[in-house]
T-cell receptor
Framework: EAGVAQSPRYKIIEKRQSVAFWCNPI?????LYWYQQILGQGPKLLIQ????????DSQLPKDRFSAERLKGVDSTLKIQPAKLEDSAVYLC??????????????FGEGSRLTVL | GNSVTQMEGPVTLSEEAFLTINCTYT??????LFWYVQYPGEGLQLLLK?????DKGSNKGFEATYRKETTSFHLEKGSVQVSDSAVYFC????????????FGKGTKLSVKP
């Protein structure tokens, strides 16, 4: 079974530039999560999708971050414009979905962003 | 709000030593508790979980018991191996959650041969 795929693995940009990360969850997983992991901290939820609808985006800095999951499968997270404090690893995870939430999330390897 | 506190690392042990990584939580109601592990170069993966008080989660020789009276979920292993070197994250999912996890900061474990 293929795992959660993310790209790119690494990205270096200047502040005020834009960047986009892509995620393809495990086939059949209805719920998709984007987490931000700053160095030395645990992952923090940015946004959660159930199919193509947003379940929770309360911690997403909406002035600069956006995310979509148009067809309920893969997802894109965008940052525009980037700030220095956005340097982090962006983790995508998926799970089976609502009503079956066991807390078992399947994570991708992450996309490491460095903002200079 | 809900939160998880775990012991600071890094932790360095010799092979076959006993491991304890402390984790305490703050939550309303009855959360489910988890340990996730991140091996070098890999994504986070579930190690074990417990969904109610006094439950013991176990996997790969690791164990953790859900202690409601002390709001703790300490991770233990009787004899660590070099291959256990990784970052360990304690996490909770509250009863009303849509499946979102709240993570601790992680504890890096290095096991020396």
């Amino acid at each position: 079974e293929a795992g959660v795929a993310q790209s790119p693995r690494y990205k270096i940009i200047e502040k005020r530039q834009s960047v986009a990360f892509w995620c393809n969850p495990i086939s059949g997983h209805a719920t998709l999560y984007w987490y931000q992991q700053i160095l030395g901290q645990g992952p923090k939820l940015l946004i959660q999708f159930q199919n193509n609808g947003v379940v929770d985006d309360s911690q997403l800095p909406k002035d600069r971050f956006s995310a979509e999951r148009l067809k309920g499968v893969d997802s894109t997270l965008k940052i525009q414009p980037a700030k220095l404090e956005d340097s982090a690893v962006y983790l995508c995870a998926s799970s089976l979905g609502r009503g079956k939430n066991t807390g078992e999330l399947f994570f991708g390897e992450g996309s490491r962003l460095t903002v200079l | 709000g809900n939160s998880v506190t775990q012991m600071e690392g890094p932790v360095t042990l010799s092979e076959e030593a006993f491991l304890t990584i402390n984790c305490t939580y703050t939550a309303t109601g009855y959360p489910s508790l988890f340990w996730y592990v991140q091996y070098p170069g890999e994504g986070l993966q579930l190690l074990l979980k417990a969904t109610k008080a006094d439950d013991k989660g176990s996997n790969k020789g690791f164990e953790a018991t859900y202690r409601k009276e002390t709001t703790s979920f300490h991770l233990e292993k009787g004899s660590v191996q070099v291959s256990d070197s990784a970052v360990y994250f304690c996490a909770l999912m509250d009863g009303g959650s849509q499946g979102n996890l709240i993570f601790g900061k992680g504890t890096k474990l290095s096991v020396k041969p």
